[in-house]
């Protein structure tokens, strides 16, 4: 019966045991749940970052990349809308300049360049005293008007635009084709021109990839009123801004008529080597701390102490917010897409740390020291 009783004893001081591990290991299971929740602030915010920055229009499949600027001159013009066959030839010739962009308030800087072709000079009806550029939003930004006088452009020289001829350099020699369109010929030979700061649709916080758009529609107008005769023009842009890309649609002549009423639609982002390098460099003190927690545990067989990868992850925030002022400009929003991913990395970071050092390391029977490495007393 002692013997029955003390068997009964220890089955029991068994099961109490068990019970406890089992107790244990269900809390630090609820514990870790409870932890990695800390992750769904941040993701949340990265989602709704993601989902809000998707409004872009996608522009027509006919398309082109406006040339960077070159030698600090306007890059190679894009004919966004040429002239006509011969028997509808274009009047004036309309630039866009893209000068600049602020991405703190959406405000692009644009440049109105307009100017009188040969066949204009030749064939402008004489009533006309003046026209008027319009530049009317199609998503509710409102609409922009520029007059001009005739008398302008009948006296200025002649430009070649919509020669349907594009080159990267002015003609050399003086017996040059002046058929070829160039920046500087445009710039120059422009009858008329002007500039301002317009809003543009946008969405800086998702930076590096942030986007700015705009779509209008362009047309030049006999007379000052928006009712005014329609007057065949052609449509050209080119950029002078180095910080972004610049993709611009392009008329279909095969769809509309666009010889007297054009469609400008154009989407600014930063180059995709900018943005790869973005990620490439934020990304570095996170990697580099995981490799060396990496190597301390699979290849050196050391358990990383835990005031070690305290010290790990506080040197990665000091990085990390050294990054953070190089990486992304001033003039953006307190809070981008960039802040939010390393806001991730940085809660993985100590989420892991508390769950690897803080939970599941932190035994009273001496699991804390087998995992840090101490041995015990023989």
């Not at 499949?61 to 040339?67: F, G, N, T, Y």
């Not at 301002?196 to 700015?212: K, N, R, V």
């Not at 990054?323 to 989420?351: E, K, M, N, Q, Y």
């Amino acid at each position: 019966m002692g013997r029955v009783g003390t068997m009964g004893q220890v089955g029991t001081s068994l099961l109490r045991a068990l019970m406890s591990e089992t107790a244990k290991c269900t809390y630090k299971v609820i514990l870790t749940v409870l932890t990695l929740l800390l992750l769904a602030i941040p993701g949340f915010l990265l989602y709704s970052n993601i989902v809000d920055a998707g409004g872009a229009k996608p522009l027509p499949p006919k398309q082109v990349k406006l040339a960077a600027p070159k030698d600090d001159n306007y890059g190679t013009p894009a004919e966004v809308s040429p002239t006509y066959p011969a028997n509808q030839h274009s009047y004036f010739c309309v630039t866009f300049e893209l000068l600049g962009l602020d991405p703190s308030i959406s405000f692009v800087d644009l440049g109105f360049l307009v100017g009188v072709t040969k066949y204009g000079q030749q064939h402008l009806p004489a009533k006309y005293k003046n026209i008027s550029l319009w530049v009317t939003s199609y998503s509710g930004l409102g609409s922009i008007r520029i007059p001009i006088s005739v008398a302008t452009l009948r006296h200025a020289p002649a430009s070649t635009c919509g020669s349907g001829l594009v080159a990267s350099q002015c003609p050399q020699y003086p017996g040059g084709n002046r058929d070829i369109i160039c920046s500087a010929e445009l710039d120059q030979d422009a009858a008329f021109r002007s500039d301002g700061s317009y809003l543009i649709l946008g969405q800086a916080q998702a930076f590096p990839q942030d986007w700015y758009q705009l779509d209008d529609s362009v047309a030049v107008r006999e007379g000052l009123d928006i009712d005014g005769t329609h007057l065949r023009s052609s449509l050209l842009m080119m950029t002078r801004d180095e910080s972004f890309t610049t993709t611009v649609h392009l008329d279909d002549k095969s769809l509309h008529d666009w010889s007297f009423q054009h469609q400008l639609m154009f989407t600014v982002r930063r180059p995709l080597r900018v943005v790869l390098y973005t990620y490439l460099i934020s990304s570095l003190p996170f990697f580099l701390l995981i490799a060396i927690l990496v190597r301390q545990w699979v290849v050196k067989k050391n358990m990383p102490k835990p005031y070690e990868v305290a010290f790990g992850v506080a040197a990665t925030l000091l990085a990390i917010l050294s990054l953070r002022t190089v990486l992304v400009p001033s003039a953006l929003p307190a809070l981008t897409r960039l802040d939010i991913i390393f806001g991730i990395g940085v809660t993985i970071l100590v989420v892991g740390s508390i769950i690897w050092m803080g939970i599941w390391g932190s035994d009273d029977d001496g699991t804390a020291d087998d995992m840090t490495g101490t041995p015990h007393d023989e």
